[in-house]
């Protein structure tokens, strides 16, 4: 089945960097975008940015540009998101999500499923 | 940006009442709007894609309607496992941008 396997749980101090997988099985993984979002505790969804797994461009959030870094390997079906300069207000959980678009039935659209299991990043001093 | 607004941001219902969730885009979207269900502790599940269309394995009380910046998901008969947050997204454009969510909760 498709299915994307996050990394575990990160603490890090302000100022440094995190970087997350997602490791991606059940499907051929450049057909797909990879999004990722991030949830503050107690919050809602943020968009922060997207990667053409085929062919590594990326767009970002523009709250995110020059920190946030999306990458692909393609040889291991795994994507990255790396934030760097963290601030405690970036204590999250990341999610990684395959964006779909066209169903089984080839009707056109753009969704996001499935997502990651999640990967909390708590930044603390 | 296009902003994605949700009414109302929580509700308090029975189980078996007919709930509605409303979203309201900031421009014309046609009808590249998803919802999407999460219960504490558990990633985002998609419910309906592209407004109206039901994802493989969801429960048919389950259902979306509209177009252009007016959006409608309808629970027609709320069961215990239905108390969770629901979001809307755009995907008519970048940034993709959610609605602040929904919570379902018990009367």
């Known amino acids: 089945q498709v299915q994307l396997v996050q990394s575990g749980a990160e603490v890090k101090k302000p100022g440094a960097s995190v970087k997350v997988s997602c490791k991606a099985s059940g499907y051929t993984f450049t057909n797909y975008y990879m999004h990722w979002v991030r949830q503050a505790p107690g919050q809602g969804l943020e968009w922060m940015g997207r990667i053409n797994s085929n062919s590594g461009d990326t767009n970002s959030a523009q709250k995110f540009q020059g920190r946030v870094t999306m990458t692909r390997d393609t040889s291991i079906s795994t994507a990255y998101m790396e934030l760097s300069r963290l601030r405690s207000d970036d204590t999250a959980v990341y999610y990684c999500?395959?964006?779909?678009?066209?169903?089984?039935?080839?009707?056109?659209?753009?969704?996001?499923?499935?997502w990651g299991q999640g990967t909390l990043v708590t930044v603390s001093s | 940006d296009i902003q994605m607004t949700q009414s109302p941001s929580s509700l308090s219902a029975s189980v078996g009442d007919r709930v509605t969730i409303t979203c309201r885009a900031s421009?014309?979207?046609?009808?590249?709007l998803n919802w999407y269900q999460q219960k504490p502790g558990n990633a985002p599940k998609l419910l309906i894609y592209?407004?109206?269309s039901l994802q493989s394995g969801v429960p048919s009380r389950f259902s979306g309607s509209g177009s252009g910046t007016d959006f409608t998901l309808n629970i027609s008969s709320l069961q215990p496992e239905d108390f969770a947050t629901y979001y809307c997204?755009?995907?008519?454009?970048?940034?993709?941008?959610f609605g602040q969510g929904t919570k379902v909760e018990i009367k």
């Open positions: 999500a395959r964006e779909v678009d066209r169903d089984s039935s080839g009707y056109p659209g753009r969704w996001f499923d499935p």
């Open positions: 592209a407004a109206s």
């Open positions: 421009q014309s979207i046609s009808s590249y």
């Open positions: 997204q755009q995907s008519y454009s970048t940034p993709r941008t």
